[in-house]
């Protein structure tokens, strides 16, 4: 009986782990705050990435990309890729657009938005 309930469990399991998505986790900033200039720009995700077709990218409240550069793959964890900040970011709305490619081969794709105070 206990080997039928591990063998539906498994089952069941199973397909929820073959589809995983790299789905955006936490980032830094976060989502919605206010805060003064970063010194860089980081959003981690669910699942390893693939660096070759993964991206970030920050456009002003206006729209215009804010030009930072190419984003780098953590190498101590592979999922969570950052932006550094050169610069200080004058005071205005930003908004992070970030498509990302996951190991398991699944693009996905979103945005956040922060404010840096004066």
């Keep these: 009986m206990k080997k039928a309930l591990l063998a539906i469990a498994a089952a069941a399991l199973a397909p929820q782990l ?3 998505h790299a789905h955006l986790d936490t980032s830094t900033p976060a989502a ?3 805060v003064a200039s ?3 720009i980081r959003a981690t995700f669910t699942e390893r990435l693939e660096p070759a077709f993964s991206s970030l990218s920050v456009a002003g409240a206006d729209g215009k990309a804010v030009d ?7 190498p101590d964890d592979g999922k969570t890729l ?3 900040v ?3 970011l004058p005071p ?6 970030w498509k990302v490619l996951s190991k398991d081969g699944h693009k996905t ?3 956040w938005a922060f404010t840096v105070k004066p």
Excluded: I
């Design 18 to 20: 073959a589809w995983a």
């Design 109 to 111: 794709n979103g945005q």
């Design 68 to 74: 930072l550069g190419k984003a780098a793959l953590d």
């Design 92 to 97: 205005a709305d930003y908004k992070v657009t």
């Design 38 to 40: 970063p010194a860089s």
């Design 82 to 84: 950052v932006l550094k």
């Design 86 to 88: 050169g610069k200080p």
């Design 32 to 34: 919605h705050s206010a």
